[in-house]
């Protein structure tokens, strides 16, 4: 089983096409289970941007989205263009926790710029668009058993 915790902005809903190109409607690939900001201990997420509040203040989901951090096998972060730089600052602080604890660091830049060298430079694998990433993550799935 691999705990992979899905880092990037929390104001669409990437998180789901991901996992459909992840599962390509295969939803019994067991091998991975997912951990999301804004998700309850049910497992139903909660998107500020769409149903306009949160049911945490900032300082209690940042502490669960950590604790998601303590608990993952790997971070994947999604940096992507639809949103300003200043959005990715939540990403950033995730991915450099996440370095510290030794996690392994999967990261998609569709920005294509050099601004996020440095972040980049913690990750293990660094890919340009999302599709790659979820070939990835679908390859990491099919031959961890």
């Known amino acids: 089983m691999i705990t992979i915790y899905l880092a990037g902005n929390t104001h669409e809903l990437w998180r789901e096409e991901l996992k459909e190109m992840v599962f390509g409607g295969e939803r019994d690939i067991s091998e991975l289970t997912f951990l999301e900001p804004f998700q309850s201990p049910e497992g139903r997420n909660f998107f500020p941007a769409v149903e306009g509040t949160s049911p945490l203040s900032p300082g209690e989901y940042t502490t669960r989205d950590l604790l998601f951090i303590d608990k993952a096998d790997l971070v994947f972060a999604y940096l992507h263009p639809y949103s300003e730089y200043s959005r990715h600052v ?34 293990d694998v660094v890919f340009e668009n999302l599709g790659k990433g979820a070939t990835y993550l679908r390859m990491l799935a099919l031959h961890w058993g």
Do not use: P
């Open 90 to 123: 939540g990403t950033s602080a995730e991915v450099g926790y996440a370095r510290g604890l030794n996690k392994r660091i999967i990261i998609v830049d569709e920005f294509g710029e050099e601004s996020f060298e440095f972040l980049k430079q913690m990750a």
